[in-house]
């Protein structure tokens, strides 16, 4: 499957039960008390099949994008067919610019990439929550689990432009000591083919 195939929908045509996990275009506060609008527009996902056979770049799948365990808070997210925010092309983007300057392959970790605002961990303050995040475990041979590696490759994606935010090493809040967490900030991207006036 293309990733040109990929079937945009509004959140708030959804059933009641995927709004109400998905909270399309809701309001939701960050950890600072900034209100960012929930992603309305998603993608529309009909199988693990489709997930792993679509490339959302050269080097990364959707499914890579969308891994979750169980802490997926409900069944009916943890079944097909699956939403995800439409800008988690822009973090599949992103992450293969960084793969080109790292020169290594870029392994994402399970509930590293979009998590829904039901998901357990972080929930809809999480900016995983947007689908414009992403954690690395490991780069090429080198995980990620100590400061040299984590400040390092963290420079490499700083150096690539001023929209990404990379968490600095350490054990305190916003910080992080066994990824390389980055992202892209609460970007929500509507379709040319999607209207937002309904």
């Known amino acids: 499957m293309n990733v040109d195939e990929l079937r945009p929908i509004d959140g708030l045509h959804l059933s009641g039960e995927y709004r109400t996990l998905l909270r399309p275009g809701e309001a939701e506060s960050d950890s600072s008390g900034t209100v960012h609008h ?18 959302l ?7 890579e994008l969308m891994l979750v365990d169980c802490r997926e808070a409900e069944l009916l997210l943890r079944q097909f067919p ?30 590293g990439g979009y ?5 357990q961990i972080g929930g809809a303050k999480s900016i995983h929550a947007w689908g414009t995040a992403a954690n690395i475990y490991r780069i090429g041979d080198t995980y990620l689990n100590d400061a040299k590696s984590i400040e390092r490759y963290g420079a490499i994606a700083s150096s690539l432009g001023r929209a990404v935010l990379v968490r600095p090493f350490g ?15 609460f970007v929500s991207l509507t379709p040319r083919e999607c209207c937002e006036a309904s």
Not at 44 to 55: C, K, L, P, T, V
Not at 57 to 63: E, G
Not at 174 to 182: F, K, N, P, V
């Open 171 to 185: 054990t305190g809040a916003g910080e992080t000591d066994d990824h390389l967490h980055l992202d892209l900030g």
């Open 38 to 55: 929930l992603p309305r527009f998603l993608y529309e996902i009909g199988s693990w099949q489709d997930a792993h056979e679509i490339r």
């Open 115 to 119: 998590r829904s605002p039901a998901h």
């Open 82 to 111: 699956h939403y995800v925010p439409c800008a988690l092309i822009l973090l599949a983007t992103f992450l293969e610019d960084f793969r080109r300057e790292v020169d290594a392959p870029v392994f994402i970790s399970a509930n």
């Open 57 to 63: 770049a050269p080097h990364f799948t959707l499914a």
